[in-house]
């Protein structure tokens, strides 16, 4: 499986933009790029996914370099509620094992109020 | 939509003892992962079907393990004789397969502590 690299922690204030960072080096040409979130005490949370082209959902922006080697999962506006720790993740679309998710260490984001 | 559900939510069991952990996917969802989480780590895949079918198995998915998708609805995960090491969150996860990629939706996990 293709690694990626986190940052192991950020911090934001409320209401103020986040960037979370992924590096992806070693990306081949059918990954998609996951983004997953876990609050406290739950399971993981989809929060949005590209390939090549940036995207926008209610949640997030994903916003995926021209080599494809990183990429930066945008908060608008930080919440409290947004206080997890955040996944990035290579999934291949080809093979068997598309469906197979392999999480890192992710990053853990703390909001200030 | 009533997202994917687990029972129970937290077991606590005796080394040695078998435990059976449940999961409901969403409904029509055909794909259905298991998942496993210790402390302070990121999820581990275990293992997944597609409806009825066991189509992937993580090495970490000793003898000791065992699941089923009956008719590819619910999921069992049975551990037998269970193991300190085997203390963690047990994650279920559902997907309805896209054409390149999809997308999984966990549920809330069954927490397992192994005395």
């Known amino acids: 499986d293709a690694k990626t690299t986190q940052p192991n922690s950020m911090e934001s204030n409320e209401e103020e933009p986040v960037h979370l960072p992924c590096n992806h080096s070693?990306?081949?040409?059918?990954?998609?790029i996951h983004w997953y979130r876990q609050l406290p005490s739950q399971g993981p949370e989809y929060v949005i996914h590209g390939l090549t082209s940036n995207v926008n959902n209610r949640m997030a922006s994903l916003a995926i370099a021209e080599d494809r080697k990183s990429s930066t999962l945008i908060l608008h506006r930080a919440t409290l509620r947004d206080a997890a720790v955040y996944y990035c993740?290579?999934?291949?679309?080809?093979?068997?094992?598309?469906?197979?998710?392999?999480f890192g260490q992710g990053t853990i984001l703390t909001v200030h109020p | 939509d009533t997202g994917v559900s687990q029972d129970p939510r937290h077991k606590i069991t005796k080394r040695g003892q078998n435990v059976t952990f449940r999961c409901d996917p969403i409904?029509?969802?055909?794909?259905l992962y298991w998942y496993r989480q210790t402390l302070g780590q990121g999820p581990e895949f275990l293992t997944y079907?597609?409806?009825?079918?066991?189509?992937?198995k993580s090495r970490l998915l000793s003898d000791r393990f065992s699941a089923e998708r009956p008719k590819g609805s619910f999921s069992t995960l049975e551990i037998q004789r269970t193991e300190q090491g085997d203390s963690a969150m047990y994650l279920c996860a559902s997907s309805s397969r896209g054409r390149l990629t999809d997308t999984q939706y966990f549920g809330p996990g069954t927490r397992l502590t192994v005395l």
């Open positions: 070693t990306i081949s040409g059918t990954d998609y």
């Open positions: 409904s029509e969802h055909n794909r």
């Open positions: 993740i290579l999934a291949n679309a080809g093979g068997t094992s598309y469906g197979k998710l392999t």
């Open positions: 079907f597609q409806n009825e079918a066991q189509l992937e």
